[in-house]
T-cell receptor, first 120, second 113 residues
Framework: GAVVSQHPSRVICKSGTSVKIECRSLDFQATTMFWYRQFPKKSLMLMATSNEGSKATYEQGVEKDKFLINHASLTLSTLTVTSAHPEDSSFYIC????????????????FGEGSRLTVL | QKEVEQNSGPLSVPEGAIASLNCTYS??????FFWYRQYSGKSPELIMS????GDKEDGRFTAQLNKASQYVSLLIRDSQPSDSATYLCAARRFSGGYNKLIFGAGTRLAVHP
């Protein structure tokens, strides 16, 4: 099946620094990728929809200036957590839809391995 | 009301039994539904997808959808300890020009030997 790779898998940083997380679709082209965050024992919360070549679409309540998303190519989207603070510590997961997988008009959604961010 | 609701569990079943996981959704416009399994500290992996009313079987897993009742379920037959995980129900809806997956909080399943 389709593979989505995320890097880094774990990152620890000091408060006030910025952290970049990469999400790559390895064997398919993803015009759209999704970024989620998940707190311990909680569900995945959609943060934003990343669109190749255009601005990301953020969900209500998500600060676009704090969570910068860039989707420069059909296989790469990046999430930058700017001026990170301890409350930003979370599990960040990206996903991408392979338009050729599953039913023709739906596509299946594949997840990256996740990136655990700890802000000290 | 949450858009996708699940009982958080834990649901404890003995090895070999049938585990039944339930999910309800509020948006009648949702047409596609998915069950993901998530092990602790890992990202979700797709178990089943279902789009039409009725049952869909895949190996030990059966997904059931009732759009009139806005209800989705997942049955796991012959449960194994390795099935112990959190099961996430997700509904896809079209919003802001994109199809988005909205997840429930997940049900934790514990299969004991």
């Amino acid at each position: 099946g389709a593979v989505v790779s995320q890097h880094p898998s774990r990152v620890i940083c000091k408060s006030g620094t910025s952290v970049k997380i990469e999400c790559r679709s390895l064997d398919f082209q993803a015009t759209t990728m999704f970024w989620y965050r998940q707190f311990p024992k909680k569900s995945l919360m959609l943060m934003a929809t990343s669109n190749e070549g255009s601005k990301a679409t953020y969900e209500q309540g998500v600060e676009k200036d704090k969570f910068l998303i860039n989707h420069a190519s059909l296989t790469l989207s990046t999430l930058t957590v700017t001026s990170a603070h301890p409350e930003d510590s979370s599990f960040y997961i990206c996903s991408a839809r392979d338009p050729l997988a599953g039913k023709a008009n739906t596509g299946e959604l594949f997840f990256g391995e996740g990136s655990r961010l700890t802000v000290l | 009301q949450k858009e996708v609701e699940q009982n958080s569990g834990p649901l404890s079943v003995p090895e070999g039994a049938i585990a039944s996981l339930n999910c309800t959704y509020s948006d009648r416009g949702s047409q596609s539904f998915f069950w993901y399994r998530q092990y602790s500290g890992k990202s979700p992996e797709l178990i089943m997808s279902i789009y039409s009313n009725g049952d869909k079987e895949d190996g030990r897993f059966t997904a059931q959808l009732n759009k009139a009742s806005q209800y989705v379920s997942l049955l796991i037959r012959d449960s194994q300890p390795s099935d112990s995980a959190t099961y996430l129900c997700a509904a896809r809806r079209f919003s802001g020009g994109y199809n988005k997956l909205i997840f429930g909080a997940g049900t934790r399943l514990a299969v004991h030997p």
